[in-house]
């Protein structure tokens, strides 16, 4: 049961009054926008409270852990992203509004009486995406939330270690995103084949690489020049797992081509998919190392360029380019974001598979709201993480 509190009083509803149990009020600060626009313009906190001693069978109590600002939250406070969280009154606003994030890690504090899923204490994440992760305690039903392993329940099954928060709040978008593309739609051949990506050293590229070695799936990431190249490119390969890194220039120079195809010759392979988040002409470089019948997957545009692949590509080597959005699949197939999650969870638990680190930003006494916003201002440096 909801309790919001206005200008620091509490109503309490008609049942709450006639009730003879004992009521227990926890607050709740959550991070709301009624309208859209730049985020330090329409974020704002909002204090409700739940009774944790009145909740329905089915219901269970959740505090946050961990929350990051990924872009697309961002994008859904600004109102140009396709995926809306509903804005509604529930909470006690005075005006429809919504909860800000999609990805988070919960504590379970408190359960229904017909739970059977959840025990106090066990860690959650949001089953699917809009569930509004920006706040410090959340009421819901049991299947919202699908269940990953605390560490103590790691420890307890023998496993290397357990997950950290930042593993755990960042579960759902990077991590499966390079899983799925690696996996979903085309077969390729442990110990011979290939996939190509750019972004090689972005969150999701870094994901990939790791992946694809674990999977026996070699790998190509194409970066930008900088400065400390070999530095990058020696990181990309040794921690990481890529097979070889290449710059944007070998990527779209037509005399780098022959080493490329060398390197694929000596495991007998194909280079059967491509993955692109950046677009222009680095998705067409990317494209024309393919092998015929192979896939593009785009599922970014860094550049801001569109994805423009010659004519030749599809007409000779028929060639296809496709999108890719995470959470349009795993809305189609929840099945497959629980055998997905177990996979990367799996891995990170034995030790197999390093996260992304993310600047933690430690929430206290200070405005929730605020701290969001300051997080947001920061994302161009680096993914953030709100602790609770």
Not at 136 to 148: D, I, N, P, R
Not at 252 to 267: A, H, I, R, Y
């Amino acid at each position: 049961m909801f309790v919001p509190t206005v200008a620091g009083k509490r109503f309490l509803t008609n049942q709450l009054r006639k009730s003879p149990q004992f009521t227990r009020m926890l607050t709740s600060h959550a991070v709301i926008f009624s309208s859209h626009g730049e985020p330090k313009d329409v974020l704002k906190t909002h204090t409700y409270e739940i009774d944790e001693n009145n909740i329905k069978p089915n219901e269970i109590v959740l505090k946050t852990l961990g929350a990051p600002v990924n872009p697309s939250d961002i994008n859904q406070v600004q109102g140009v992203y396709p995926s809306q969280p509903e804005k509604t009154t529930q909470l006690g606003t005075s005006e429809p509004s919504a909860v800000g994030g999609n990805e988070g890690l919960f504590e379970i504090i408190k359960i229904g009486s017909d739970v059977k899923g959840f025990q106090v204490g066990d860690w959650a994440i949001p089953t699917s995406v809009n569930f509004g992760t920006w706040r410090s305690h959340a009421l819901c039903e049991e299947g919202k939330m699908m269940k990953v392993p605390n560490p103590e329940q790691s420890k307890q099954a023998g496993k290397k270690q357990g997950l950290t928060i930042n593993q755990g709040a960042t579960l759902s978008v990077n991590p499966l995103t390079a899983y799925l593309m690696l996996t979903h739609y085309v077969k390729l051949t442990p110990g011979k084949d290939w996939f190509i990506q750019n972004g090689g050293n972005s969150a999701v590229g870094k994901f990939a690489s790791q992946i694809g070695k674990l999977l026996g799936i070699h790998s190509i990431s194409v970066v930008r020049d900088r400065p400390e190249i070999e530095e990058l490119k020696k990181e990309l390969k040794e921690v990481c797992g890529a097979t070889q890194v290449i710059t944007e220039e070998q990527n779209n120079s037509k005399d780098f081509g022959p080493q490329v195809k060398q390197w694929v010759k000596e495991t007998g392979g194909e280079i059967k998919l491509a993955l692109n988040c950046v677009g222009g002409k680095s998705s067409a470089g990317v494209a024309r190392k393919l092998a015929p019948n192979g896939l593009m997957l785009t599922y970014g545009g860094m550049s801001f360029q569109p994805v423009t692949l010659p004519t030749s590509l599809h007409i000779f080597k028929n060639v296809t380019s496709a999108g890719f959005w995470v959470t349009e699949l795993l809305k189609s197939d929840p099945n497959l974001k629980r055998e997905t999650v177990d996979k990367i969870v799996e891995w990170y638990t034995s030790g197999e598979l390093l996260d992304a680190p993310s600047k933690e930003n430690q929430w206290g006494d200070q405005d929730l709201a605020q701290v969001f916003i300051d997080a947001v201002a920061n994302s161009k440096s680096g993914k953030q993480l709100v602790k609770f």
